[in-house]
């Protein structure tokens, strides 16, 4: 295993996971999500390919590089790649020496594929007793649906996800972004996470297996069991969430943002739009009140904003201590300072296939650690691009390493 430092030798941080190799054999979101925040945070992330590469790069958008679409360059970032045929016995040596050297293994193949390569808990175990073994699964095993094949949409509609725009909406719609991907990613690596302070304490690794229906199905239902909770008959559905005006309120030119949901924030923003007297309306004044009255509520909130402009209101309500922001488009949130001035969104170089250098938006960690801070953020890897390091670094010598590149085993983009 690596030994960990805060910082690199020239003073640079490493993040909190320095130290910790991952090995990486997931595709498309969910799994490189999970893979990516613990990149971010300092972690060794080895991505091992196929031949045919992860489909992201060719299903998230137009590349500019054959083989680097905008998506995989977002979900891949801090990553190193190698491309291993899992099926052939050179690939299976190289994997077996990286699983010797890993902290963790992530996974969203079925189970009786990673039964067909050696890749289970105990076949890796038996190799490495402190292995992390996480497998992210769209269903649970145990129950009826265990070993069936999802997608994000696949789990939106059958874990509620889409039954909440149905309340809302009329009709169901999947939300547009790969939603429960994204969430059940961040699950994963926090559960990683907690395995890995797991083992500090017991000296052992641990597999965990990462149900996608599971988790959102549970995601739905604490924000919605609501009533249900105690009465068979009960109402489902949170009606602040499911009201109509539940959403960006128009404003006299475009939108804005607003929730007040304390009683010091209610008789603030009473305040703000000039109707002081409703503090004392008994149908707003408590929590429990506005909420048996949330209609009443959200109507005098959205009637009021069509009154001024959307900066006019920020101005105001931000005056009186009332939490609200404007709307952003997906254009205007490129231009917002906040991201710029946090450093999440920033200007990238590359080079085009030519070695010209091109510009592009990259995103970058988020989070803030005080001590070990964060690694700077490399771009994701081209296909195998470090195949022959990650091989050198596993002892394979050059003739060997000529060997395992013509066989496939770290093949170029």
Same mark, same amino acid.
């Given at each position: 295993m690596i030994t960990a430092t805060d910082k690199t030798s020239d003073g640079e941080p490493r993040g909190p996971l320095a130290g910790i190799r991952v090995l990486d054999t997931t595709g498309v979101v969910v799994g490189p999500v999970a893979t990516l925040m613990l990149a971010e945070q300092g972690a060794d992330v080895i991505k091992i390919e196929p031949p045919e590469g992860d489909l992201m790069r060719r299903l998230g958008g137009r590349p500019r590089k054959p083989g680097m679409s905008p998506k995989f360059l977002h979900f891949n970032r801090n990553k190193r790649s190698i491309v291993l045929d899992l099926k052939s016995d050179e690939g299976r040596e190289v994997m077996a020496r990286l699983v010797a050297t890993a902290d963790v293994f992530v996974s969203n193949m079925r189970p009786r594929a990673l039964q067909s390569l050696g890749l289970t808990f105990a076949a890796m175990a038996a190799i490495n007793p402190r292995i992390v073994h996480c497998t992210i699964s769209g269903f649970a095993t145990g129950g009826p649906y265990a070993g069936v094949p999802a997608y994000d949409t696949i789990i939106q509609g059958l874990s509620g996800v889409a039954a909440c725009h149905a309340e809302v909406l009329g009709e169901p719609r999947f939300a547009p972004f790969v939603l429960t991907d994204h969430l059940v990613g961040i699950v994963a690596a926090q559960a990683i996470c907690a395995a890995l302070l797991g083992r500090q304490r017991t000296g052992v690794g641990e597999?965990?297996? /990462? *149900? %996608?229906?599971?988790?959102?199905?549970?995601? /739905?239902?604490? =924000?919605?069991?609501?009533?249900?909770?105690?009465? *068979?008959?009960g109402h489902m559905g949170d009606p602040r969430i499911m009201n109509p005006d539940a959403r960006p309120l128009q404003t006299r030119d475009g939108y804005i943002c607003v929730s007040a949901n304390t009683d010091a924030q209610m008789r603030a923003f009473f305040d703000a739009i000039g109707r002081p007297e409703l503090k004392d309306d008994p149908r707003f004044a408590s929590v429990a009140s506005?909420? /048996?009255? /949330?209609?009443?509520?959200?109507?005098?909130?959205?009637?009021?904003?069509r009154e001024r402009t959307t900066a006019e209101w920020v101005e105001i309500l931000r005056r009186h201590d009332v939490p609200a922001m404007p709307y952003h488009t997906l254009q205007s949130l490129l231009d917002? *300072?906040? $991201?710029? #001035?946090? #450093?999440?969104?920033?200007? =990238?170089?590359?080079?085009?296939?030519?070695?010209? =250098?091109?510009? %592009? $938006? #990259?995103?970058r960690h988020p989070n803030r650690y005080s001590n070990t801070g964060v690694p700077a953020s490399r771009l994701a890897p081209r296909f195998g691009e470090h195949g022959e390091e990650i091989l050198a670094e596993l002892g394979f010598g050059a003739d060997e390493r000529r060997r395992l590149a013509g066989r496939g085993a770290d093949a170029a983009e």
């Open positions: 597999a965990i297996e /990462v *149900p %996608m229906f599971e988790n959102a199905a549970a995601f /739905v239902l604490s =924000e919605h069991l609501d009533q249900r909770t105690f009465d *068979p008959d506005r909420v /048996v009255h /949330v209609r009443a509520y959200f109507a005098i909130r959205a009637e009021a904003m917002d *300072p906040q $991201l710029r #001035g946090s #450093g999440v969104l920033t200007d =990238e170089i590359q080079n085009n296939e030519n070695g010209q =250098e091109e510009s %592009m $938006l #990259g995103l």
